[in-house]
């Protein structure tokens, strides 16, 4: 797939926001620790997604109700869905200014169909190293879920099955999206958010 960048200025994928609150002391804390534990900025990138994927819970997995969204509120708490994961994976990059962006996926919510969509959540990340945009899906692994760091072929966590009108979407965003945000907001019990409050569409 070939990716498009919202903007052509890297320095509009290192903005700081309610969401991305990378100056947050434990933001700063956490990014300074990964970085010093790795040997250039293509490890570091790679350590930060593995620390966000591994060691941050899926709501929906551990079946918790809270709801997360800040940056810092997902690194305090340990949990969140897809949208609050791509937060706080931004966030860590971006406090060490590598631009990070968020890339969308239209999925069924089931196996089929018939169960629904909902839009899922991963990032973008400029590696200097090869001078383009590598996506990366913090979501979290489990059983048929398996995405890595990889500077080949992409490894996220969910292939399209456009016989289902499931969707890739090719754009690298500077922000998050609205719907997604406000879902985030707008819910109290993620179990029914994850069910029923999620955008089906971007």
Known sequence: MILID?????????AETEEIDFSHPSIKEK???LFSASSNEDDFV??????????ISHSWDIQSSRVTCRASEVLY????ICYAKSNLLCALLRSKRIPTGFCYQR??????????????????VYLSSVERWVRLDARGNKAGVNAEFSL?????????????DEVDYPQIYT???????????????CIAMYLHGLPSSL
């Open 31 to 33: 990014a300074s620790e």
């Open 46 to 55: 790679k350590k930060t997604f593995e620390f966000v994927r591994d060691e």
């Open 152 to 164: 080949g072929d992409e490894k996220l966590a969910f292939s399209i099955k456009e016989e289902y």
């Open 107 to 124: 999925l069924t919510i089931g196996a089929t169909p018939d169960t629904g969509y909902c839009i899922h959540a991963l990032n973008a």
């Open 77 to 80: 708490f340990k949990e969140g």
């Open 175 to 189: 922000l998050p999206n609205p719907k997604t945000t406000n879902a985030l907001k707008q819910n109290k019990d």
């Open 6 to 14: 919202e903007s052509k200025s890297l320095e509009d994928y290192l």
